[in-house]
T-cell receptor
Framework: GESVGLHLPTLSVQEGDNSIINCAYS??????FIWYKQESGKGPQFIID?????DKRQGQRVTVLLNKTVKHLSLQIAATQPGDSAVYFC??????????FGKGTMLLVSP | EAGVVQSPRYKIIEKKQPVAFWCNPI?????LYWYRQNLGQGPELLIR????????DSQLPKDRFSAERLKGVDSTLKIQPAELGDSAVYLC?????????????FGPGTRLTVL
């Protein structure tokens, strides 16, 4: 049978909608978090980062929210476009530049 | 600016054969990483170099995997002999230094299939 790892959580949205991708992290001592976008056949691409002394950080069309109380991270994409379709990973710095990646979420954007 | 370069992009070998992957990091980046990414999962660190020194190889299966970064620039990751379970995408990344907030930039990866 298929591995559980193949069943990526999937978020399907319409072009122009806002998207929210969630991530739970594991290490309460992590102090730096990053969102990566990975398109098929490519390596992860840096989107936005946030340090643990911040709750929110905005970029171009993207916003990252950090809730340290419940160890939760979210990525909001405004006015989602078909080119945003990809797998999104959150990663936490669990110590001295060692990144631990979470399970990815596949974002599918329909025109 | 050129990104991280990896070759080959794809490799198919039979089990028990050796295989090697090559990585050229972004110019000026002192820190280089090798990750393995299994299907549907996030990358997992195998080894981290600061210049030519391997400073974190705790997740590298040393019985069959080896890596080197001669002269602190290019790096090679080798598997000998390969096993079926080694089928994955091998990603190389680099960052300016190894600070906690130094962004890691990834190459396109080498997709290895072991038959």
């Amino acid at each position: 049978g298929e591995s559980v790892g193949l069943h990526l959580p999937t978020l399907s949205v319409q072009e122009g909608d806002n998207s929210i991708i969630n991530c739970a992290y594991s290490n309460s001592a992590s102090d730096y978090f990053i969102w990566y976008k990975q398109e098929s056949g490519k390596g992860p691409q840096f989107i936005i980062d946030i340090r643990s002394n911040m709750d929110k950080r905005q970029g171009q069309r993207v916003t990252v929210l950090l809730n340290k109380t419940v160890k939760h991270l979210s990525l909001q994409i405004a006015a989602t476009q078909p080119g945003d379709s990809a797998v999104y990973f959150c990663a936490e710095n669990s110590g001295y530049s060692t990144l631990t990646f979470g399970k990815g979420t596949m974002l599918l954007v329909s025109p | 600016e050129a990104g991280v370069v990896q070759s080959p992009r794809y490799k198919i070998i039979e089990k028990k054969q050796p295989v090697a992957f090559w990585c050229n990091p972004i110019s000026g980046h002192n820190t280089l990483y090798w990750y393995r990414q299994n299907l549907g999962q996030g990358p997992e660190l195998l080894i981290r170099y600061e210049n030519e020194e391997a400073v974190d190889d705790s997740q590298l299966p040393k019985d069959r995997f080896s890596a080197e970064r001669l002269k602190g620039v290019d790096s090679t990751l080798k598997i000998q002999p390969a096993e079926l379970g080694d089928s994955a995408v091998y990603l190389c990344a680099s960052s300016p230094n190894s600070g906690a907030t130094d962004t890691q930039y990834f190459g396109p990866g080498t997709r290895l299939t072991v038959l």
